[in-house]
Every structure is written in structure tokens, then in C-alpha cells.
């Protein structure tokens, strides 16, 4: 990860409604697909290829490319997140969920997004392709790597 704060590590910073057309989650963003909840930092929406009973996404506003892109400063929006999340799956009354993040060997929607995946998997199939240990890692070590 880099910690370099010369580097720029944001694909276009700033407000997502100037850039939609250039990312699907920004576009959903800007439109209201599928809002579950949003306020000022996070957006959610059910994933359009869901792994299990509830799976959700809580993607941030602002537009990061994935988790390798987050810097130290970005650690109260990844807590923000996990706490959006879990909040949510406890109002769903889920017992057993996941939240986490891609690694970045997966080929995914290059806008950063948080897994909210009721336990457990409806899919097998997907769960060994997409979701397994060594292509996720759960939210807390992102947020933990960042401290
Ligand atoms: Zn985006
Ligand atoms: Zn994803």
C-alpha cells in the first residue's frame, strides 16, 4: 500500500457528479439505483449478483479505485463503512455475516466497495471463485492496515 502522499492515489478526486459516465458505481450513485440507505460519505445497494440471502454493497461517495488505493487518511470512512454495514445487518436481523473487501487479483468494479454477505453462501460456485480467503479479506483487516 502506498503511503507515499505525493502520489496521488485517487482515479479523479473530488465530487462524484461530474464523472459518472465513467464508472458504474458513481452513475448509480448520481442516479438513486437501488438506494437502501445513503447519507453523506456512503452509499448501499443490493448486489445485482447476490452470493447468498442478503448481500449487500456499501460503496463511499467519494470514487477510490479499491482497497489497495486507500491511505491512512481514508481510515474513518473504511470504519464508517463497517459500522454502515454492520448497522444494517443488524437491523436485517442477520446472526451471521461477512463484511469485507476484494483483493486486488479480483477483476471487479473498479470503484471500491464493501461486501455486506449474510451466512451462509447460497452459492458454493461463486464463493470459491470470488469470495474465498485468498481473493477477500474481511473489512477489519483493511481498516486495521490503515491504522
Ligand atoms: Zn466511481
Ligand atoms: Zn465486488
Redesign the pocket.
Known amino acids: 500500500m502506498s503511503k507515499n502522499p505525493s502520489t496521488s492515489t485517487y482515479d479523479h478526486p473530488g465530487t462524484i457528479a461530474s464523472i459518472p459516465e465513467l464508472c458504474i458505481f458513481c452513475k448509480i450513485i448520481t442516479e438513486k439505483e437501488g438506494l437502501i440507505y445513503e447519507d453523506e460519505d456512503v452509499y448501499v445497494l443490493n448486489?445485482k449478483f447476490p452470493v447468498s440471502q442478503v448481500h449487500l454493497?456499501v460503496i463511499p461517495k467519494r470514487h477510490i479505485k479499491n482497497s489497495y488505493h486507500l491511505r491512512n487518511t481514508d481510515k474513518d470512512l473504511v470504519q464508517k463503512m463497517i459500522e454502515v454495514g454492520s448497522k444494517i445487518a443488524r437491523d436485517m436481523n442477520l446472526e451471521n455475516y461477512r463484511l469485507g473487501f476484494?483483493r486486488a487479483l479480483?477483476i471487479?468494479?473498479p470503484h471500491l466497495?464493501m461486501?455486506v454477505i449474510s451466512l451462509p453462501f447460497t452459492s458454493i460456485i461463486k464463493q470459491k471463485l470470488?469470495f474465498n480467503w485468498f481473493l477477500f479479506t474481511d473489512a477489519q483487516n483493511i481498516l486495521n492496515s490503515l491504522l
Open positions: 448486489d454493497l476484494h479480483v471487479s468494479v466497495h461486501h470470488l
